[in-house]
């Protein structure tokens, strides 16, 4: 069977860094996934669109601004409209560990904060990815 | 899910889910698309490709939505390299297709070669299918082209558009790669680069040399892809390519062509994986690699041998 499993990076939000988001898109890549990159500036709207699309099986999203509280709830609303039920949605950047709870809650699946290694982020998309 | 009756009946997640069944070889992908078949044949597929960095992604998304105001909707597929090394890719043509993430009147599906070009070349005829049995009117097809199975990949269209960039070095280097013989319109990308002239003469030239018995001689339009100049003219020579091809018969002996094509290609596949199979079933195949290792037997006898036993 020639399965890959597909992997959406996305910027959501006026965050305007996104070398963390590439470095990880990287690493990804070479662990043998397929990553499509949506860039910079994007609506929830559009990240949720592009993942159904694209068909992916995880999410990543990256956000150094602050505004994840807001903005990664939201994505999982969208994507779950849309039909995707099974879509992991995993996210990173600057996000205080108090705000990674509230963020479990809404359906964020993990946090990955600064320092951690790319091969602990393969190994949960490895695990948990269907 | 009723994957193909949802499909036809307007929904966007069961035409990316249909795509990702035929991608990924799922068992039901065949009935999919035997069920899919009847609907397929109205599109216009436009195949683009040139050299890495000439904005082959840039111009897709232009031409997009230049086909948009026109009232028409349209299916991209985005083609990329897959890495011999890990098996992984990034995907990175949707970034310039940004704006038309939420046009309702666009479906962008991005695709790995996955190592095996003649293998995507199958999987992109079949999504373009999907899309087309989806209702797209117009499907463009983006890819690298810079060896020949790029090329069969857009082999699939009606009309394939051959983008080049001036300052390429030698502006001759993509042309020899052979998909000058393919191009039924050619779009000159960052055209307000030096060199532009030259590339446009030298392109004419050869236009020139290679002049063949067709009725229809390749134009060439200038664009600048990134501040949308030139698209409306891009198109039109589009249109002008279809509509000359539809009068003079091309296009139905192309589509004749294409089908011919992939029907060999399906039965190669067919035919290689029933014979594959028996060999892993009879066991004795790794003998027989031991006995072409030592020059007991030839590889030439071996396969007949094979053959015979397999397609009794």
Redesign the interface.
């Known amino acids: 069977m020639e399965k890959r499993v597909r992997i959406l990076v996305a910027k959501p939000g006026l965050d305007g860094h996104d070398r963390g988001a590439k470095v990880v898109a990287r690493a990804l890549r070479d662990a043998g996934f397929e990553v499509i990159y949506t860039g910079l500036r994007q609506t929830p709207e559009q990240i949720a669109e592009a993942a159904l699309q694209e068909d992916v099986n995880v999410i990543a999203l990256s956000l150094l601004s602050g505004a994840h509280n807001h903005l990664f709830p939201r994505i999982v609303e969208l994507v779950r409209g849309k039909g995707m039920t099974d879509v992991l949605v995993i996210g990173g950047g600057v996000i205080p560990d108090s705000d990674i709870p509230a963020l479990k809650a809404a359906g964020v699946a993990e946090i990955f904060t600064p320092g951690t290694r790319t091969t602990t982020i393969i190994d949960y998309i490895h695990a948990n990815a269907k | 899910m009723d994957m193909a009756k949802e499909l036809l009946s307007g929904s966007?997640?069961a035409m990316?889910?249909v795509?990702?069944a035929v991608?990924?070889?799922?068992d039901n992908a065949g009935d999919i698309m035997q069920q899919l078949y009847a609907h397929t044949g109205k599109a216009h597929v436009i195949g683009i490709t040139g050299p890495p960095g000439s904005g082959k992604s840039t111009l897709a998304d232009q031409l997009a939505k230049e086909y948009r105001l026109q009232g028409k909707t349209v299916g991209i597929i985005a083609v990329d390299p897959?890495?011999p090394?890990?098996?992984?890719?990034?995907?990175?043509d949707?970034?310039r297709m940004?704006d038309l993430?939420?046009d309702e009147g666009v479906?962008?599906?991005?695709m790995?070669t996955?190592g095996s070009l003649g293998?995507l070349s199958r999987k992109t005829a079949e999504t373009i299918k999907i899309m087309d049995a989806a209702g797209m009117d117009i499907i463009l097809v983006e890819t690298v082209g810079v060896g020949q199975s790029e090329v069969d990949i857009v082999k699939t269209a009606d009309t394939i558009v051959v983008v080049l960039v001036p300052g390429l070095g030698d502006d001759i280097q993509a042309i020899k790669a052979g998909i000058l013989e393919i191009a039924d319109v050619f779009a000159i990308n960052k055209a307000d680069h030096d060199g532009v002239d030259r590339l446009n003469t030298e392109l004419e030239m050869m236009l020139e040399i290679n002049q063949e018995k067709t009725d229809w001689r390749p134009p060439v339009q200038r664009v600048i892809a990134n501040r949308g100049e030139g698209i409306k003219e891009l198109a039109n020579a589009i249109a002008q390519h279809i509509a000359q091809a539809r009068q003079s018969g091309r296009f139905n002996q192309r589509r004749k062509e294409r089908t011919k094509n992939e029907l060999l290609a399906m039965l190669d596949e067919k035919i290689g994986r029933h014979v594959r199979n028996k060999l892993s079933d009879e066991g004795d195949f790794d003998q027989l690699i031991a006995t072409v290792e030592s020059r007991e037997k030839t590889p030439y006898a071996v396969v007949n041998e094979i053959l015979t036993k397999v397609l009794r």
């Open positions: 966007r997640l990316s889910r795509i990702t991608e990924n070889e799922h897959t890495s090394f890990s098996g992984g890719a990034i995907l990175g949707r970034i940004n993430t939420l479906f962008i599906r991005s790995g996955r293998g």
